[in-house]
């Protein structure tokens, strides 16, 4: 059974940074993407990491900041968001494509409060 | 960007109806398009890729089509478990996007 199992909630201050974990089981994977969920709001395509190479793919909106990484041997791709502000209070999600099964994550919850 | 927009943004539906929700794209992107179904509190669900491919597990009463430009899903018997928010999402060119998404409620 292939599972995408995401870390858990997280709670930080502006400033501060997070980094999120989608470990595959059951599944390995050669392209993860992530994806963007405000409060009440619709999906965003953040970008997507090659797991073969480890070159990431970053949508308009989301450079600088924010960071794909990937440990292929423990099936574990990473998101990591530095400078966080207000605005990056979402729930993030891993996502397989559509191709190769369309599995997701369950989300992580980041919120960013003083 | 290619822009994916969805009609109608909502709709009222009753059980055993028969439903479809359009998305159509700015530009071709032949058939590389997926739906994706999501509840509240609960991460999306893939439904269909390629336009009209079901994803494994998913039941027969969805259905997806088009081709090009525009592209339709459809839901033959609506049952109390497909009341949520559907979503397609364009996969031909970066950025990847989604449709804005179409809520489905009981009437």
């Known amino acids: 059974q292939v599972q995408l199992v995401q870390s858990g909630s997280e709670l930080k201050k502006p400033g501060a940074s997070v980094k999120v974990s989608c470990r595959a089981s059951g599944y390995s994977f050669s392209a993860m993407n992530w994806v963007r969920q405000a409060p009440g709001q619709g999906l965003e395509w953040m970008g997507w990491?090659?797991?073969?190479?480890?070159?990431?793919t970053y949508a308009q909106g989301f450079t600088g900041r924010f960071v794909f990484s990937v440990d292929t041997p423990v099936s574990t791709a990473y998101l990591q968001i530095t400078s966080l502000k207000a605005e990056d209070t979402a729930v993030y999600y891993c996502?397989?494509?559509?191709?190769?099964?369309?599995?997701w994550g369950q989300g992580t919850l980041v919120t960013v409060s003083s | 960007d290619i822009q994916m927009t969805q009609s109608p943004s909502s709709l009222s539906a009753s059980v055993g109806d028969r439903v479809t929700i359009t998305c159509r794209a700015s530009q071709g992107i032949s058939n590389f398009l997926a739906w994706f179904q999501q509840k509240p509190g609960k991460a999306p669900k893939s439904l269909i890729y390629?336009?009209?491919r079901l994803q494994s597990g998913v039941p027969s009463k969805f259905s997806g089509s088009g081709s090009g430009t525009d592209f339709t899903l459809t839901i033959s018997s609506l049952q109390p478990e497909d009341f949520a928010t559907y979503y397609c999402?364009?996969?031909?060119?970066?950025?990847?996007?989604f449709g804005q998404g179409t809520k489905v409620e009981i009437k």
């Open positions: 390629a336009a009209s």
């Open positions: 999402q364009q996969y031909y060119n970066y950025p990847w996007t």
């Open positions: 996502y397989v494509p559509p191709v190769g099964g369309g599995y």
């Open positions: 990491i090659n797991s073969n190479t480890g070159n990431p």
